[in-house]
């Protein structure tokens, strides 16, 4: 080998050849602070959250509402509320046909019809059928019983020629609230939950530890809990199972994820789902932005109002964001107010040449089960992991933003996008 | 005279051949089963969003980087007139380097698609912890490469080792950024903010630089002439490394990002007139007084048309970067259109044209055949057309459909127009645009099955006529002296 014969890297080099060299690294760092690392320290919205109620969705009903898909004999969905003594938020309300009794000493957490302010508590307590028979300092079969004669005889009274002109005779489901001998419990979650209870103002805690703290600009509570309860059965040689409001109780964490039952929070499967959406290249058709452009936010919006462009705060709970490069199929970013039904997502994933007419997308029928029994009676097969992940994840765009009481799917859009694209407003 | 051992470079350059014929069969794939006869293989492991990252990797990584750090170690030698520094470096880093790529790459389908555009490469594949092996490959050859330009020979730096020495610090430092850092940063649209820097400094600071260098060394080399302008070049060089580094962000204008930061990605988006006028002013004025060369010989003609489509990208780039122009073009497939005249039209152009010098002169034969490097050229050039045209004229097309939307003054009018023509309607307007793609596509992809048959031939087969290799400037064996 012929040794070199400078030692010198930079041979002859030339002064403004250094001048320049020093200018462009300085330069590309130049580029590297402004365009990588000053935008989240200016900009806050980069890193603030769009609200109060995307905060509390994601870090606290998301990871305590379990879902199961796996429910022996039913292709429907399981929703279960993980409640936790001192940290759920839960109201107990009355309706017109819906009474509450309650020992003395619970009394003060029933909200009755038509009163105000709400109340909340975060003492864990559910509600459940007074059962006959059960002799405590507080009778709740022969209390409930006799509310229910009274408000009979009231209705009566109110309606007295019921029978002449056919109306049937009111019965009033009278629960009794308890308190749970737990730190812990599981409730029954409404079916296909997107939205949650959200209060903003007229509420008040009924609670020692809560009182005293400022009140916040708004929360999300489980209205009514009851506890979520189940019967096992044995199927030939297997243990199944189904929802059952007299069975079991489920004792723990543990038992309500493993097998047989198989739940997994909402926020594991928003996570996964995540990952579902980034392994199956979902992204590579579907951008995940409402951009500022009338086009967009006509695209993705109802039928009355516009869909507000997305703002980066929408993003901040996401490990990897698909904001897209390119629109083979619709945008994404609010598809959950616009197709918020799983039984659409379900036929649509199974055959998207069938469900929307026109479509070039692919099925994804590996996002179901094979279903030999034929039990789920479902057309397409019985939707696994990967569906139910996807799922969650699409029903979390658009509908976060803003609480439900002030959505944009309602006109109370806070950016006005109705103003701007109609141009009474100018950004 | 000096000799080279090329055994790296070979190493580098003859799977990557094959890779490109690969790269562009799942390509043509795609545009058939994806969009002619959308999911016609249908499954878990076939559908369009498997498929579709195996075709990038394979012509990103497998393919363009891959040649382009083959042809490194061919030219970069001969310009320091020195060995490479250290072949058992670049056999480590060849060991490491395509394991990594194949496992990655062939990973997709079982779902390990790490999800950030041109990142995709997984954290590990099984035991192999393929995005590690990937930068330390890297980080070995831009060390290698370090190396053998310090302890060079020839004194003065040509062009071509600016730029690689550029892109060799670049390259690593926006893939430490895509790969890593990006999971430091808070989560959302920061981490989106540092993905478009890393995605388009991929194609900015890594593919333009690379493939410049292989231009600035092999049209001179090709034409038997001396480059038109050195400082022109470094003008152009320089003004790269000033521009690109900002302009990630006008991948998501009318996005969720701040404005001030779209408008300054714009900005220096209609900076990159600059560099791209050194760079095509120079190439042509070098040919000018060799242009009856450009009717002799394949990879001229290769380059100077990788030098028009250069010419053309770095026109749209800027233009499209503008709002206006941005309200049309993005989200549709002039994207796709874009994107492939840059990484195929201009740079895979640029490596073909240094794989045709360089082969002859690693294997000491000349090329197999002429004709059929002028075949490859015609049917490229040809392919090209329909491929690109249907995606920008389809593209641009859509993107007007969707703009319909816009027409009117009040909400009730933008509906009915929405009403009156949904999105699914626009997507089957594009089809006849589709066909063409997939068409010219297919040529594309039957010309470079004669490029990988030409090549192999060219190392495997016995010199067909020893008296042959006079009438061929190809086959002169190069000395280091060459573009000097």
Redesign the interface.
């Known amino acids: 080998?012929?040794p070199?014969?400078?030692n010198n890297?930079f041979?002859?080099l030339e002064k403004s050849a250094v001048i320049?060299f020093i200018g462009?690294i300085l330069?590309?760092s130049c580029?590297?602070v402004?365009?990588?690392i000053a935008?989240?320290l200016?900009?806050p919205?980069?890193?603030l959250p769009a609200s109060s109620y995307q905060v509390q969705m994601y870090e606290v009903v998301d990871p305590n509402i379990y879902i199961s898909g796996s429910q022996s004999g039913g292709a429907d969905l399981q929703f279960a509320y993980h409640l936790k003594n001192n940290e759920s938020l839960l109201s107990f309300e009355e309706t017109e046909f819906s009474r509450i009794v309650a020992p003395p000493d619970l009394e003060k957490y029933i909200t009755h019809q038509g009163e105000r302010p709400l109340k909340l508590t975060s003492r864990l307590l559910m509600l459940r059928k007074p059962i006959k028979g059960v002799q405590t300092s507080f009778n709740a079969y022969e209390m409930a019983e006799a509310l229910r004669q009274k408000l009979q005889e009231d209705w009566e009274e109110k309606n007295p020629q019921w029978k002449e002109q056919g109306l049937t005779k009111f019965d009033y489901a009278i629960s009794e609230l308890y308190a749970l001998d737990a730190q812990e419990g599981f409730a029954v979650a409404p079916p296909d939950v997107i939205l949650e209870n959200w209060i903003s103002s007229d509420f008040v805690f009924v609670d020692t530890k809560l009182q005293d703290k400022e009140l916040p600009p708004g929360v999300v509570y489980i209205s009514n809990p009851k506890e979520y309860r189940i019967a096992r059965f044995s199927n030939g040689n297997t243990l199944e199972w189904k929802y059952d409001p007299n069975g079991e109780i489920i004792s723990s964490i543990e038992a309500l994820k493993s097998h047989p039952l198989g739940f997994r929070s909402r926020a594991e499967l928003i996570s996964l789902g995540?990952?579902v959406?980034?392994?199956?290249?979902?992204?590579?058709?579907h951008?995940d932005?409402t951009?500022?452009?009338?086009?967009?936010v006509?695209?993705n919006?109802s039928?009355?109002?516009?869909a507000p462009?997305?703002?980066?705060?929408?993003?901040?709970?996401?490990?990897?964001?698909?904001?897209?490069?390119?629109?083979?199929?619709?945008d994404l970013s609010r598809v959950g107010v616009k197709r918020p039904s799983r039984d659409w997502h379900k036929a649509h994933f199974w055959s998207p040449?069938t469900a929307?007419?026109?479509?070039?997308?692919?099925?994804?029928?590996?996002f179901f089960d094979y279903d030999p029994r034929g039990t789920a009676h479902s057309p397409t097969g019985v939707p696994n992991l990967s569906f139910e992940a996807i799922f969650q994840y699409l029903m979390t765009k658009g509908t976060r933003i803003t609480p439900p009481t002030e959505a944009w799917w309602l006109g109370k859009d806070p950016l006005n996008t109705?103003d701007i694209?109609?141009?009474r407003k100018e950004i | 005279m000096?000799t080279f051992d090329d055994t790296p470079a070979k190493w580098m350059i003859y799977p990557a051949v094959l890779f490109l014929v690969l790269g562009m069969s799942f390509g043509v794939f795609i545009a058939f089963n994806?969009?002619v006869f959308?999911?016609y293989f249908?499954?878990?492991y076939i559908?369009?969003?498997?498929i579709?990252?195996i075709h990038v990797g394979h012509v990103t990584l497998l393919w363009l980087l891959s040649a382009n750090i083959g042809l490194f170690y061919y030219f970069v030698p001969r310009l320091c007139?020195?060995?490479l520094w250290s072949p058992n470096v670049a056999y480590v880093s060849i060991a490491l380097w395509w394991p990594a790529l194949i496992l990655g790459t062939y990973s997709?389908p079982w779902?390990?698609?790490?999800?950030?555009?041109y990142a995709e490469l997984p954290v590990h594949v099984g035991l192999f912890p393929t995005k590690l092996m990937f930068t330390l490959a890297f980080a070995l050859v831009a060390f290698n490469l370090y190396m053998t330009?310090?302890?060079?020979?020839y004194?003065?730096m040509y062009v071509s080792l600016w730029y690689t020495m550029g892109t060799m610090f670049w390259t690593l430092f926006t893939v430490l950024?895509g790969f890593y850092i990006i999971n430091w940063?808070?989560?959302?649209?920061?981490?989106?903010?540092?993905s478009f820097?890393y995605v388009h400094n991929l194609v900015g600071l890594i593919f333009t630089p690379m493939g410049l260098a292989q231009a600035y060394y092999f049209l001179p080399k090709l034409a038997n002439t001396p480059i038109y302008s050195h400082r022109l070049s470094m003008i152009g060089f320089?003004s790269i490394?000033?521009v690109y580094?900002?302009i990630?962000?006008h991948?998501?204008i009318?996005?969720?990002?701040?404005q001030w930061?779209q408008t300054?990605?714009i900005v220096f988006s209609i900076w990159l007139f600059i560099p791209v006028w050194t760079v095509v002013t120079n190439l042509f004025a070098t040919l000018k007084p060799q242009w009856s060369e450009y009717t002799q010989s394949a990879p001229i003609r290769f380059i100077m048309m990788g030098n028009i489509f250069y010419l053309l990208t770095c026109i749209q780039g800027p233009l499209m970067a503008l709002r206006n122009v941005n309200?049309i073009t993005?989200?549709?497939?002039w994207?796709?259109g874009h994107s492939h005249i840059s990484l195929y039209g201009t740079f895979t152009f640029f490596a073909i044209a240094g794989i045709y010098q360089a082969v002859p002169v690693m294997v000491k034969k000349p090329l197999w055949s002429n004709k059929l490097a002028n075949w490859h050229f015609s049917l490229n050039l040809f392919g090209s057309i329909p491929f690109m045209l249907s995606l920008w004229i389809g593209g641009f097309w859509q993107g007007m459909l969707?703009?319909?939307?816009?027409d009117g003054?009040?909400?009730a009018a933008?509906?009915n127009?929405?009403t009156e023509l949904p999105?699914?309607?626009t997507?089957?307007d594009m089809r006849p645009f589709w066909i063409w793609r997939a068409i010219g596509g297919a040529i594309v992809l039957f010309a470079n099955m004669l490029f990988a048959v030409n090549i192999f031939n060219t190392i495997i087969l016995p010199e067909k006529d020893p008296l042959q290799e006079r009438k061929l400037p190809l086959s002169s064996v190069g000395n280091a002296k060459a573009a000097l």
């Not at chain 1, 951009?291 to 967009?296: A, E, G, K, P, S």
């Not at chain 1, 929307?356 to 590996?366: C, K, L, R």
């Not at chain 2, 330009?149 to 020979?153: K, L």
Request: proline share 7%; aromatic share 16%; net charge neutral.
């Open positions: 080998m012929t070199p014969l400078h890297f041979y002859r320049t462009v330069l590309f580029a590297v402004v365009t990588l935008p989240s200016v900009d919205s980069w890193t995540e990952k959406f980034a392994a199956e290249g979902c992204w590579y058709c951008t932005q951009r500022t452009l009338v086009q967009d006509v695209a919006g039928e009355s109002y516009p462009p997305s703002s980066a705060n929408e993003y901040i709970y996401q490990k990897i964001t698909f904001p897209g490069t390119r629109r083979i199929g619709p040449k929307s007419e026109g479509s070039i997308m692919p099925a994804f029928q590996h109705m694209i109609e141009g | 000096l994806g969009f959308p999911d249908s499954g878990e559908h369009f969003g498997k579709r990252p007139g020195v060995p997709y779902g390990t698609n790490f999800g950030w555009e330009v310090a302890t060079r020979r004194e003065k950024v940063v808070p989560m959302g649209i920061s981490r989106v903010n540092v820097f320089w490394a000033f580094a900002w990630g962000a991948h998501i009318h996005g969720p990002v701040s930061l300054t990605s309200e993005s989200k549709t497939d994207v796709i969707w703009s319909t939307w816009a003054g009040t909400y933008f509906h127009h929405l999105f699914l309607q997507v089957a």
